[in-house]
Every structure is written in C-alpha cells, then in structure tokens.
C-alpha cells in the first residue's frame, strides 16, 4: 500500500521557471492538501481539495494553482517560480470527518524545492 | 497571534526522564485535537489523537484543557529513539486542520 505518493523528491529551481508538484494517493480519499513548511512556521496549508472536482485557497495560495485531476491525483503548480517558495512541500490525504476516530490526515514524503 | 502556539525548544532531557510539552490553540470552536512526530527530513506522522478524558497510550500520556485552551503531551521513560519534533494540530471547522510550529525534543544518553 503505496498511501500518499509525491514527486519530484528534490528540485532546484531558476527564478522564473516553472514547474509542477504531481501527488497521488490510493487510500480512496476524498481529501487533499498542499502544504508548505518552514523552519519555524509549522506547516502552512497553500490549497485544498474536499472532493474531486474542487478546490480551495489555504492560508498562503500566492504563486500556486491546483488541480485535482481525478479523485486520487492532485498537482501543485508553480507558474513563476520566486526564491520566497523555496520550502519543503507535502502533499496529504485525509477521512477527515470530524469525530475524532476518523480523523487523521497522511502525508507524502514530502519535495524539496528550492528557487535560485 | 497564532492559531496554535507551541514552545519550538529544543529540550535536551537524559534517557530515562519525563518530559511534557504543552501547545495553547486560540479558537474555543476547535473540535478536535492531534500530536503528530516528524523525524528530521520525514513527513508528520500521527502520534495519538487527545479526547477529552484524556488518554494513555504506553508512555505517552495526552490531555486537554478546553477551559484553558490547551493540550499536553507527556512522554515518560524518555528514549533516545523519541528525538524527534511534535507538532500540535487542531481541528475546526469545515474539517481544517492547523498545526503548530512545533517542539524539538532530543533525548540525550
């Protein structure tokens, strides 16, 4: 059971180029998540997706688009790139359905990026 | 203010010890509540959801104060293997989840 599957792993970056995180899971959730972290800032939520067909704004959208393709693939995708995106971004999945018992959110291994 | 704040560290305690973070949330409407472990350069991983009687699982103890707005974590009988960051994360509405930035825990021999 692969569960939540991201590529690339590592990714360097020319200010300007532009580039698209792939995410897949096989669990058959509903939800998906692009998050950035920082040292420091915790994890940020950059988009969302409840259900195949939709998309949200997180807290920090700026630079990115989403698409989620199909119930198990959703891409993150920098257009122009900017040396301020340089992070580690994971992609999860999730059976949030606000009891406690079946809450909890996976995460991929996580990509590298940085913006030069 | 953010939402959910935690203590970044690091807590250098000796094998064997007890250590207890605490993480304060600001919105009284947050549902529920999780501690996840991230390993240096590794995805979060959930370490055990936080009900409201609290709840024990092997060394780990977590509770939670809603009238403080606060969570615990307890770790007894540290070992060197639970070096690790623990990330507070809260629930609220429309099922989203925010995390705290995180504490770093390093248990020394």
């Known amino acids: 059971n692969a569960g939540v599957t991201q590529t690339p792993k590592f990714q360097v970056l020319k200010t300007g180029q532009s580039m698209t995180l792939q995410c897949a899971q096989d669990m058959n959730h509903n939800s998906m998540y692009w998050y950035r972290q920082d040292p420091g800032m915790g994890l940020r939520l950059i988009y969302y997706s409840a259900s195949e067909g939709t998309t949200d704004k997180g807290e920090v959208p700026n630079g990115y688009n989403v698409s989620r393709l199909n119930k198990r693939e959703f891409s993150l995708r920098l257009e122009s790139a900017a040396p301020s995106q340089t992070s580690v971004y994971f992609c999860?999945?999730?059976?949030?359905?606000?009891?406690?018992?079946?809450?909890?959110?996976?995460f991929g291994e996580g990509s590298w990026l940085t913006v030069v | 203010r953010k939402e959910v704040e935690q203590d970044p560290g690091p807590f250098n305690v000796p094998e064997g010890a007890t250590v207890a973070f605490n993480c304060t949330y600001s919105n009284s409407a947050s549902q529920s509540f999780f501690w996840y472990r991230q390993d240096c350069r590794k995805e979060p991983k959930l370490l055990m959801s936080?009900?409201?009687s609290g709840n024990e699982d092997g060394r780990f103890t977590a509770q939670l104060n809603r009238a403080s707005q606060y969570i615990s974590l307890l770790i007894r009988d540290s070992k060197l293997s639970d070096s690790a960051t623990y990330l507070c994360v809260v629930l609220n509405a429309g099922n989203m989840l925010t995390f705290g930035g995180g504490t770093r825990l390093m248990v020394k021999p």
């Open positions: 936080v009900y409201s």
């Open positions: 999860a999945s999730s059976v949030l359905t606000g009891e406690v018992t079946g809450n909890t959110i996976y």
